[in-house]
């Protein structure tokens, strides 16, 4: 959570930094600041809310110099206000940062002790504040900004600048990813390579406690034990990194568009022409010696990992464990050597997901990950990373990476069955041969837009909705429930069909829309009934089902959703499409902020 930047450049900062931080949006958007050299004194400039008010303010109040830090922030401690906004500054020295200092109320004492007053809610404030403090005790910048470090324990991405020093930046990073961008005569600092696009495609990673002393010319990187280290540059493919909208209203739609290209993507790179074998990049991954898979993961690709548990069960017959990583994490749960850890992750930034995958290191027979930012942590302290190529996803609501990662996991899972002999040559044809039909299914769904967007104008009216589904359609229920609440906070939960009757049919009445996912396949009639009970109790019933299932199922529903005849291990990615679409539309018709949702951040970075 939380995007910081920084430039030593040879233009005005501002502009630079604004730039850079409307890419790091996404990260949050509670507030925004800025704070430059100019003419050795620091300046600053903050504003609550959207980066959009940050612009408005530096055109009525603008802030030269050349050399600058700037900050997004989805706030953790103190409310979203001025006051709390970064950058924040203590006399000579001003910080952004991006995590949580877990050890601050300790710093906040000692700081206390010493007579040290305190402006903001803030644990970063604490940072300003402790570099201020060595900076009177005599030490230099980059000692008095080191030693500061050293104390701090928790997440952080940080970036110090000083007065008097128009030509340094003290960058570190512990816990939150931070890229450093080599130009010409310039040097940059970002959260991510995306920030940095448009400024340099040069950028070193920084690792686990890495700090940076960053000049115009130069950048001395040190480990966490002071040595000097040397980091990569590595060259940035751009294209990698466009955010354009593509003549969309919303990232969210472009990236739901995208997905029959993305989808035959992933599906090319594990599944290589003309065989029905998956292949994967490392040929060391064995599933017939493992006894056992944990899958691992927060939101919506922890609803993949609970669909995917689905496919290894029923056609690798491999047990399988799901968890959310927040609660694995601490539960310190058996791993055994015949265990595969495998960690799904958008970002691969995710700090409970990469916590969870700390904790099996050295314990599983191997650490898989499947990410779509292939340089990030989750994938770099993987043993294997397998990228689900579904590109930059803006959107806060995650889209077309949810589809990526299944398909990618039921690629894994059709390699599991392979090895494992419990899919015959036939089955495995068939299965390749509905994943390879996918994309063309994927447009037919999209085609179904215009009844979506119908039927989501009625969902906008509802204070509650219910998303049902049995087997394969149960987790993309879960997933359902979750887009329509994190973009339309219209309060929604996903159940398994046949719950219904333990306890949530008690909410059912004329007010509550139910959207039932129900392809006509073998779990059908037992959902079908599920189904008639809510309708029985005057439940209102969106029925998504294919032309079978609408014709022996459509009498007394609400309205209905057409979509194509699929396979039924494809169809849970088929079917994303409609939930996404409901989600997105019935957004649109309440005409909340469909690509970044109140409260709500890409890119998790703090537990
Ligand atoms: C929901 C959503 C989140 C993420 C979750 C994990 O639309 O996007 O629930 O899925 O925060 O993020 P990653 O996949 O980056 O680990």
């Given at each position: 959570m939380c995007g910081i930047v920084g430039v030593l450049g040879k233009h005005e900062a501002a502009p630079i930094l604004v730039e850079a931080l409307k890419r790091l949006e996404y990260r949050g958007y509670d507030s925004a600041g800025i704070a430059t050299v100019n003419g050795g004194k620091l300046g600053r400039r903050r504003a609550v809310g959207k980066l959009v008010n940050l612009s408005d303010l530096l055109v009525h109040d603008p802030l030269p110099g050349k050399s600058g830090i700037g900050h997004t922030r989805w706030a953790t401690?103190?409310?979203?206000s001025v006051s709390n906004a970064h950058p924040h500054q203590a006399g000579p020295v001003a910080v952004v940062h991006n995590g949580i200092v877990e050890n601050y109320r300790e710093l906040r004492a000692e700081l206390a002790e010493n007579g040290i007053d305190f402006?903001?809610?803030?644990?970063?404030e604490t940072v300003a504040l402790m570099t201020e403090f060595y900076l009177k005790s005599g030490l230099s910048p980059v000692e008095a900004a080191f030693k500061t470090i050293d104390r701090l324990q928790g997440a952080f991405a940080l970036a110090f600048l000083f007065d008097g020093r128009d030509d340094l930046i003290v960058a570190a990073r512990k816990g939150s990813p931070l890229a450093i961008g080599h130009g010409d005569g310039e040097m940059f600092v970002g959260s991510d390579a995306i920030a940095l696009a448009p400024l340099t495609d040069r950028i070193t990673y920084l690792e686990e406690g890495d700090r940076a002393v960053v000049t115009r010319t130069s950048v001395e990187i040190r480990n966490e034990a002071g040595e000097i280290a040397n980091r990569e540059i590595r060259k940035i493919q751009l294209d990698q990194t466009r955010?354009?909208?593509?003549?969309?209203?919303h990232f969210m739609a472009k990236e739901i568009a995208e997905q029959p290209v993305v989808v035959a993507e992933a599906i090319r790179s594990y599944l290589p022409?003309?065989?029905?074998r998956v292949v994967l990049p490392?040929?060391?991954?064995?599933?017939?010696?493992?006894d056992r898979l944990t899958m691992v993961a927060c939101g919506t690709a922890f609803y993949a990992c609970l669909t995917a548990k689905y496919w290894f069960e029923q056609l690798a017959r491999m047990p399988v464990e799901v968890d959310i990583a927040s609660e694995f994490r601490y539960r310190e749960p058996p791993i055994t050597d015949r265990t595969l850890a495998l960690f799904v992750s958008?970002?691969?930034?995710?700090a409970d997901t990469l916590a969870a995958l700390r904790y099996c290191e050295g314990k599983a027979d191997k650490i898989v990950s499947v990410v779509n930012?292939?340089?990030s942590s989750i994938a770099r302290e993987s043993d294997l990373a397998l990228p689900?190529?579904?590109?930059?996803?803006?959107?806060?609501?995650?889209?077309k990476a949810f589809t990526c990662q299944l398909s990618v996991l039921l690629m894994l899972a059709l390699k599991a069955a392979a090895d494992r002999g419990t899919l015959d040559d036939d089955a495995l044809a068939d299965h390749a041969a509905a994943l390879r039909g996918l994309p063309t299914l994927l447009n037919a769904a999209l085609d179904q837009e215009e009844a979506i967007r119908k039927s989501a104008q009625r969902l906008s009216e509802a204070r509650d909705v219910l998303f049902l589904g049995r087997g394969l359609m149960y987790p993309l229920a879960l997933e359902g429930a979750l887009k329509l609440k994190e973009i339309s906070y219209i309060h929604a939960e996903g159940y398994a069909s046949g719950e219904l009757?333990?306890?949530?049919?008690?909410?059912?009445?004329?007010?509550m829309p139910v959207v039932v996912m129900a392809p006509?396949?073998?779990v059908f009639d037992k959902t079908v009934s599920n189904m008639q009970e809510v309708m029985a109790r005057k439940g209102k019933v969106i029925l998504v089902s294919d032309d079978d299932g609408i014709a022996d199922a459509?009498?007394?529903?609400w309205s209905t959703i057409r979509m194509p005849h699929a396979h039924a291990s494809v169809a849970p990615i088929l079917y994303s499409v409609p939930a996404q679409l409901l989600a997105y539309h019935t957004a649109v018709a309440k005409g909340t902020d469909v690509d970044q949702p109140r409260n709500l951040a890409k890119s998790v970075t703090v537990e």
């Open positions: 401690h103190g409310a979203p402006q903001t809610e803030t644990d970063t955010t354009d909208k593509g003549g969309h209203k022409t003309g065989s029905d490392d040929t060391d991954l064995d599933f017939s010696k493992l958008q970002s691969g930034e995710t930012v292939p340089e689900i190529h579904a590109g930059v996803e803006i959107g806060v609501a995650s889209t009757k333990h306890g949530p049919i008690a909410l059912i009445d004329k007010h006509r396949d073998a459509k009498d007394g529903v």
